[in-house]
């Protein structure tokens, strides 16, 4: 089979790239290591517990922001809730804060 473009790594960047351009009539492969895609954006599983390790909070969801454009772009925006946050949350120990 032949493809116009060929993406590696199906994190949120290569995902992006690839609906984009699939949206534009292109015939893309997106070529991942892992089992799922995501990249960072993921969970694992060690005994019992379940931990999300990637991004949890994005800032700025009004109608000039990159996201809402892209989910715009790709027909999107039906599917997905964008929620405002009233506060972000900190992480202190004894080496940050």
Same mark, same amino acid.
């Given at each position: 089979?032949?493809?116009?473009?060929?993406?590696? #790594?199906?994190?949120?960047? #290569?995902?992006?790239? #690839?609906?984009?351009?699939?949206?534009?009539?292109?015939?893309?492969?997106?070529? $991942?290591?892992? +089992?799922? &895609?995501? #990249?960072?954006? *993921? *969970? =694992? *599983?060690?005994? +019992?517990?379940? =931990? $999300?390790?990637?991004?949890?909070?994005? +800032?700025? &969801?009004?109608?000039?922001? %990159?996201?809402?454009?892209?989910?715009?772009? %790709?027909? %999107?925006? +039906?599917?997905? *809730? %964008?929620?405002?946050? &009233? $506060?972000?949350?900190?992480?202190?120990? $004894?080496?940050?804060?």
């Amino acid at each position: 089979m032949n493809y116009d473009i060929i993406i590696i #790594g199906a994190g949120l960047g #290569g995902l992006t790239a #690839g609906a984009k351009l699939a949206k534009q009539g292109k015939k893309v492969l997106l070529i $991942e290591q892992h +089992d799922r &895609p995501g #990249g960072c954006a *993921t *969970t =694992f *599983t060690r005994k +019992d517990f379940t =931990f $999300e390790v990637g991004l949890h909070e994005m +800032d700025g &969801p009004g109608s000039r922001d %990159l996201k809402v454009k892209i989910f715009r772009d %790709l027909g %999107l925006t +039906d599917r997905v *809730t %964008l929620l405002d946050v &009233p $506060e972000f949350y900190r992480f202190v120990n $004894e080496r940050y804060d």
